[in-house]
């Protein structure tokens, strides 16, 4: 009787503990967006967004429920603060597409921010750490990231949590990799992050033959601080892991001689219906944006019926959302479907406040020149905006070349040295690094110009097909938009499109709200043996709200 006593009590001890440790809660939402674009395209957004009330930096992180335990161990062995990083397949076409919700250069990119404790050669030390670590984690060349290509930004990146406190530039890291390639590989360690990797809920829709057929995909996690309640007394943990898609549907259904067929479904762009929710999820929506059919004179029908309609008013635009709430879906498998009652056509689309192309200029083999043109399409005022440029070591560009030009001739404001940083680069030690706070004059396109030489390489030094050139990595335009038109994101300090719903009365910026965008672009090819290919390509761009 006695023994049976104790295995009772020993039990009732067990329970207790795991109900202590359920309680360090986590939550986890998944959500999507698609929006049809003008052009017939129609962009994904996937967002896994999972929340840990515990403080990094006072707890060890153990007892891992929702939160992968290779990333909770990332941020501990390397002192992290907040990690933001992409991998990406081609171009985001802001002039056509309009702003996407996270936006990412072409390649890997990493940025991170350091505990503040740490001096500048331990921040070195753990950054080249944590890299190895993320390529091992994607299997991925983030291990490609070295001193020679890394940068402490000044003005353009801050840390995008909470505040803090205690860190500045020098407690921040940033490299990009515009040639890693993007493939099947990255996205199964990927998936495997989240809770419900792809065997229920919104993973099931991540098929890589799909993914891959797209016309740009890109990959992110963001991890970062926030505020656990609204007194914001505590901490918590924030995991984004992120998916864009741009598909074309149009190009499914053939000829396109009457106009296109811009009809699409789960089915044409996935590949797959969906046949469940992820049952750990606490949020678990759809959000299909409807502002399309309203603004144009094509309309567009949505089948099965969307669960409620909403209206996100913001900066001066308002956006018409179609909600499916899966948690509340009667019959399984879904198919949502959009048929439209006649052909698309589509002449020109009108572009977004601010966006960039970039080229390389110049003849012969020795030097050249690269080139950035920057439109604002803001009729009624100048925007302000941080540029910045990260130039690899063998093209040694020359401050005193660098110039500025005005489309209607207008003065660029800047002015030197109170607005500019550069830091040259050293020989296979350090790229060059920019940074320029100028004003952009309205109804206007300024163009940034500056020379730069090729520096000799050694023959090992050529990156495999070495025919096909160099690639630079992208320059990244921040700005503060005075209206939101063509933006896509979510403010700041919300972490779910369903939370940006909520709070929409009380954040709508009436034309006057601060959006930061940061547009990036990439500059093609810049060769150092075959003669300069002038290819100009397109940029991408970054919008968040500014609080
Ligand atoms: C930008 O927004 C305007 C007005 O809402 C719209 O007409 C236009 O098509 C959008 N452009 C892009 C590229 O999305
Ligand atoms: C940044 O912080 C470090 C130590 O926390 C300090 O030594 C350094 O001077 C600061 N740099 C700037 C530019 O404020
Ligand atoms: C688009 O507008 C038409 C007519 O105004 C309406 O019948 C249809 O339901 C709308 N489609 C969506 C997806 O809301």
């Known amino acids: 009787m006695k023994t049976h006593f104790k295995t009772f009590l020993l039990l009732f001890v067990v329970l207790s503990c795991v109900e202590t440790v359920l309680a360090t809660s986590e939550s986890f939402s998944e959500e999507l967006l698609i929006k049809p674009l003008p052009t017939g395209h129609v962009y994904s957004f996937f967002q896994f967004t999972t929340k840990w009330d515990v403080d990094p930096e006072e707890t060890k992180l153990r007892h891992y429920n929702l939160f992968p335990t290779s990333v909770g161990e990332i941020i501990q062995k390397h002192s992290l603060r907040e990690l933001h990083l992409s991998l990406t397949q081609s171009l985001w076409r802001t002039q056509k597409w309009g702003y996407p919700v996270r936006f990412a250069g072409p390649g890997a990119e990493v940025f991170a921010t350091f505990y503040p404790h740490l001096n500048n050669d331990e921040i070195d030390s753990a950054w080249i750490g944590l890299v190895n670590s993320l390529s091992g984690l994607f299997c991925s060349s983030f291990n490609f990231v070295t001193l020679t290509n890394t940068i402490q ?25 515009p ?46 601080p926030i505020c656990r309640d609204k007194k914001c007394q505590e901490t918590s943990l924030e995991l984004k892991l992120s998916l864009s898609l741009v598909s074309e549907p149009t190009v499914l259904h053939g000829n396109t001689y009457h106009g296109i067929n811009a009809d699409w479904s789960f089915k044409s762009i996935y590949g797959a219906h969906l046949f469940s929710s992820c049952p750990r999820a606490q949020v678990s929506k759809v959000y299909i944006d409807i502002t399309s059919n309203l603004t144009s004179s094509t309309h567009w029908k949505l089948r099965p019926d969307p669960t409620a309609i909403f209206i996100n008013q ?54 050249g020149k690269l080139v950035t043109r920057i439109h604002n399409n803001y009729f009624s005022s100048d925007i302000d905006i941080v540029f910045l440029e990260l130039v690899p070591w063998y093209c040694r560009v020359f401050l005193h070349t660098l110039t500025f030009r005005n489309s209607k001739n207008k003065p660029v404001g800047i002015d030197i040295p109170q607005k500019l940083y550069f830091r040259p680069g050293l020989d296979r030690q350090r790229p060059h690094h920019l940074e320029l706070r100028l004003t952009l004059p309205a109804d206007s396109v300024t163009e940034i110009e500056w020379e730069f030489q090729k520096g000799f390489l050694k023959w090992t030094e050529y990156p495999p097909d070495a025919h096909r050139g160099f690639d630079l990595g992208p320059a990244v335009i921040s700005a503060l938009l005075p209206v939101a038109r063509n933006w896509t994101g979510t403010p700041r300090h919300v972490s779910t499109f369903d939370q940006r719903l909520v709070v929409k009365e009380s954040s709508g910026a009436g034309g006057g709200g601060g959006f930061i ?21 397109e940029e991408d761009s970054r919008s968040k709200k500014d609080n």
């Open 314 to 367: 913001r900066g001066g635009s308002a956006t018409h959302l179609a909600l499916y709430d899966l948690n509340a879906v009667s019959s399984w498998p879904i198919n949502v479907q959009a048929s439209y009652t006649k052909k698309l056509t589509y002449g020109n689309v009108p572009p977004p406040l601010i966006h960039a192309t970039r080229f390389v200029g110049g003849h012969g083999q020795a030097k």
């Open 179 to 224: 040639r890693e390639i993007v493939c099947t590989e990255n996205l199964t360690p990927w998936k495997k992050l989240l809770p419900c990797e792809s065997h229920s809920g919104l993973g099931e829709l991540l098929n890589a033959k799909n993914m891959y057929d797209s016309n740009y995909h890109s990959l992110a996690l963001d991890l970062r």
């Open 517 to 537: 965008s940061k547009l990036k672009s990439l500059l093609g090819k810049t060769s150092t043996s075959p003669p300069e290919e002038t290819e100009a390509k």
């Open 153 to 177: 930004p000044l003005w353009t990146f801050s840390p995008e949590g909470l505040n803090l406190g205690g860190t500045n530039a020098s407690h921040q890291r940033y490299a990009n990799l």
